[in-house]
């Protein structure tokens, strides 16, 4: 990977219009990360630098907000400050930053072990597939849980985790070599940070998963949005250790932010694995556990998880596999299922076959053509179909099609696909542009009212504050032009009068314009396509969902 660093206000778009051809831009303040295959495509723009206007006015520390949950108007913002901590049984766990290395030392090109794929049994009738996201403060174990899953259900043989396990003590990394069954890029590996969303799959009797492992790191929430707008479920890996909870859970930690954000993006079931039960500060100690649980459960219910219903928390070592897939020993208070055999009983994701095409995109490239990736949210395709691409309505015809890198003829809601497509270049397809069926188009547009909650903010927001808009896997700059009324948190009820402004903790309803068309659909419609994010300078200000589309003006 190589790093571009940006130029560092929200109000800058020459760096992120560019970003979005060569691909995920981290944040329009944070550092541009492209793959080094493009690295000498951008070396193109001869060094060209934009120039930016003043940044704005900082948010500040504004305390957060704990009144009602998002459904009910109302949320419980994150500071975007975190503050990256060192464990060894964590997503990699501390690691001394000047541990030696020898400098210019020629290491071997090695091909990367892929997970295996498990062939599909000829007439077998087809598993449910589920996405699962791990979300959670940056070093709580995410990675290293999604690779310890990986070798208990058969994905990563021994030998390959053993390869691992070699490669990470000879750079002084030994507790770090679990995740690099997902961390895969030399540089994630190096830094002990995920970066990209991580993907896996693996496979239980009833279900086919995929993994999608998020960053847990600030600088990366974008990223994070991506991820768990695909996800069906979620996974809050946080730690027990001593200081670890406190430091993820409290402000300036990524929990509180993961957590709300999973919810935004329309996530409905979360586990909560307490992880690092082993760690001798914790020694899996009851106490420690119901108190991590005590101070989270409060927060989940303001966020809009119902903690009887929707939530489900569970003690587990990432490192040693404890309660993944057996249950701990260690722990006979705990007498729920574990992890995996968990997952495999929950019921069936209620999912739309018979409706309206709808995949966004959330990548694209060239490998023999065009091809691109997305989850496919609603209705069912199949190979040799003619499909729409919007917003720019370009006619394609499906060449072929893999879910989850198997190749098949046809393919229903929920599943991850990477399609091969004829018609369209791959220049002309943007993350974020929704594949749909010619009967059924999605909406698109530049211009919607929609009802907002603020979150964390400082300052006062008034028409003409700029912002970054979060919307499936589509970002874009947007402006809110003007605010139509106050809402009640508790009555709903909205005012008479329209207000000169709105402050944090505060919910309303406002006319946003996005600089340019996208692809949307009201919340009523279509949830998945309605609900979104705003975020400005490394923190997410508010959460909204669209009301109603406004037509352009001739």
């Known amino acids: 990977m190589t790093v571009f660093p940006q130029c560092g206000t929200a109000k800058c778009l020459v760096v992120f219009k560019a970003s979005l051809s060569f691909g995920f831009c981290v944040d329009l303040c944070s550092p541009l990360v492209i793959h080094t295959t493009c690295a000498n495509r951008w070396a193109g723009l001869n060094g060209q630098r934009c120039t930016s206007r003043p940044p704005p006015m900082e948010n500040g520390d504004a305390e957060m907000a704990t009144d009602d949950t998002w459904e009910q108007k109302g949320s419980e913002p994150s500071k975007a400050e975190a503050e990256p901590g060192g464990s060894p049984g964590g997503d990699r766990g501390q690691a001394d930053e000047d541990s030696p290395q020898e400098e210019g030392m020629e290491e071997e090109e090695e091909v990367v072990p892929t997970p295996k794929v498990v062939p599909t049994q000829p007439n077998a009738p087809k598993k449910e597939h589920v996405n699962v996201v791990f979300i959670g403060h940056v070093d709580a174990g995410k990675s290293t849980i ?35 069954a997902l961390d895969t890029n030399q540089e994630e590996r190096d830094k002990g940070k995920t970066v990209e969303v991580g993907r896996a799959y693996f496979e239980t009797e009833e279900k086919h998963f995929t993994i999608l492992d998020a960053p847990g790191h600030k600088s990366f ?119 995996i055999p968990h997952l495999d009983s929950l019921p069936n994701f209620s999912r739309s076959s018979d409706g309206p095409v709808r995949l966004p995109i959330v990548d ?169 994010t705003l975020r400005d300078e490394g923190k997410t200000i508010a959460i909204g969902k669209v009301l109603k589309l406004v037509a352009e003006k001739d």
């Open 146 to 180: 999604g690779g310890q899953i990986m070798y208990l259900t058969g994905m990563v043989d021994k030998r390959t985790l053993e390869k691992y396990e070699r490669e990470a003590k000879e750079k002084n990394r030994e507790t770090w070599y679990l995740s690099w």
């Open 221 to 339: 929430v974008p990223n994070m949005i991506g991820g768990a707008s695909q996800a069906d479920l979620a996974v809050l890996v946080i730690s027990a250790r001593k200081g670890e909870f406190e430091t993820g859970f409290e402000k300036g930690g990524q929990t509180r932010e993961h957590a709300m954000l999973a919810k935004t993006a329309g996530v409905k079931h979360l586990i909560v694995l307490v992880n690092k039960m082993d760690d001798p500060t914790v020694n899996w100690s009851l106490e420690r556990y119901e108190e991590c649980k005590e101070k989270l459960v409060p927060f989940l219910k303001k966020v809009g998880f119902n903690p009887r219903k929707d939530v489900h928390f569970m003690p587990c070592s990432g490192l040693t596999g404890a309660n993944l897939k057996e249950p701990a020993e260690y722990c006979p208070w705990y007498t729920g299922l574990p992890f």
């Open 364 to 532: 694209k490239y060239k490998d023999m053509g065009t091809v691109i990736l997305g989850k496919l949210e609603s209705g069912s395709i199949s190979k040799a179909q003619q499909l729409v691409m919007m917003p720019n309505r370009h006619t394609v015809e499906l060449l072929s099609l893999l879910s989850d890198d198997v190749e098949t003829d046809d393919a229903g809601p929920g599943e991850n696909l990477k399609l091969r497509l004829k018609g369209i270049e791959e220049e002309e397809i943007l993350p974020g542009f929704i594949l749909c069926n010619a009967e059924n188009l999605c909406h698109t547009g530049r211009t919607f009212d929609a009802q907002i909650v603020i979150i964390e903010h400082k300052s006062i927001i008034c028409p003409g504050y700029n912002a970054v808009l979060h919307i499936h896997t589509c970002i874009e700059e947007v402006q809110i032009t003007a605010l139509i009324c106050l809402v009640d948190k508790k009555t709903g009820d909205k005012s008479k009068t329209r207000p000169r402004f709105v402050k944090q903790d505060q919910v309303c309803i406002a006319r946003l314009r996005t600089a340019g068309t996208i692809c949307l659909e009201t919340f009523k419609d279509f949830p998945q396509m309605g609900r979104f």
